[in-house]
């Protein structure tokens, strides 16, 4: 087996389906909470698409629908109407177990705060998406001291997420999210709890692995410094879409 030592994985591709489509296709998407007069449209009709190997930037307000935007394309939350496709499948025809399935093989999630499991090292976090897929454990091994090493952290992996800084534990969970050769990256507002240096780091690092690993990457900030790494700029205002280059 050669695949864990691979630095590219053509195999995340290959399983998103039609490998000349977009990575995302989203369809008139439509998304509210409540009803009557205290329903909140947070979502009003948005269409985009994102070809394989960008990085696109989503940008737009607190409260502007960011989140729960990035919920609907990663198969957390269903849309009251509107299409998602993701690598060419289309999430309304994926029952609880594809749903699961999809989040778990090809999507990679980052979260503003982190989520690492405080009882297990940087080692061990970045191993538990195998684990859930029962990837042997020697490829296991492998897969992490690589992704590790990837994310500069080849010296930490015995540390615990209090034992490291808030850009390492940033790092630790890219990597994690790296686990399963993901073909698409969603990250909501990944440098949210970061001071600016470290979240240009962190910005910088995402951009090097859409490269060295192929992924696609969909990322809410509301942070204008972060903006440039973007291969295109998307605004979510009043529940739609507007397009920056
Ligand atoms: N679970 C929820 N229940 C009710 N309203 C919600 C819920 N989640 C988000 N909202 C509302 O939807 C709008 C968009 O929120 P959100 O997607 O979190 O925006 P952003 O991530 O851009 O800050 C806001 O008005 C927010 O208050
Ligand atoms: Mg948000």
Do not use: C, W
């Not at 729960?68 to 029952?95: F, H, K, M, Q």
């Not at 699961?100 to 090809?106: T, Y």
């Not at 890219?174 to 979240?199: V, W």
């Not at 972060?226 to 920056?244: K, P, Q, T, Y």
């Amino acid at each position: 087996m050669t695949r864990s030592t691979e630095g590219r994985t053509g195999t995340a591709l290959a399983e998103g389906g039609p490998a000349d489509g977009p990575m995302v296709r989203i369809e008139d998407l439509h998304r509210s909470y409540g009803t009557g007069a205290a329903a909140v449209h947070a979502l009003r009709g948005v269409s985009f698409e994102i070809p394989r190997g960008e990085l696109v930037a989503l940008k737009g307000r607190s409260g502007s629908g960011k989140t729960t935007l990035l919920n609907l394309v990663g198969g957390l939350d269903a849309p009251d109407g509107g299409r998602i496709t993701v690598g060419g499948t289309d999430l309304s025809e994926l029952g609880e177990d594809g749903l699961l399935e999809l989040r778990r093989d090809r999507i990679g999630f980052i979260f503003q705060s982190f989520g690492l499991i405080p009882i297990l090292t940087a080692a061990e976090n970045v191993g538990v998406p195998m684990r859930l897929r029962r990837t042997d454990a020697h490829e296991r091994e492998e897969r992490v001291a690589l992704l590790l090493s990837l994310v500069g952290l080849g010296d930490h992996a015995q540390q615990r997420p209090g034992e490291l800084s808030g850009g390492q534990q940033q790092r630790v969970a890219i990597a994690r999210a790296l686990a399963n050769r993901p073909a698409l990256l969603i990250a909501d507002e990944p440098t949210g709890q970061l001071d600016a240096e470290t979240g240009l780091a962190v910005m910088h690092l995402l951009r090097a692995v859409v490269r060295s690993e192929g992924v696609t990457v969909l990322v809410a900030t509301h942070d204008p410094q972060l903006l440039g790494f973007a291969d295109r700029v998307l605004e979510l205002s009043d529940g739609h879409i507007v397009e920056h280059g």
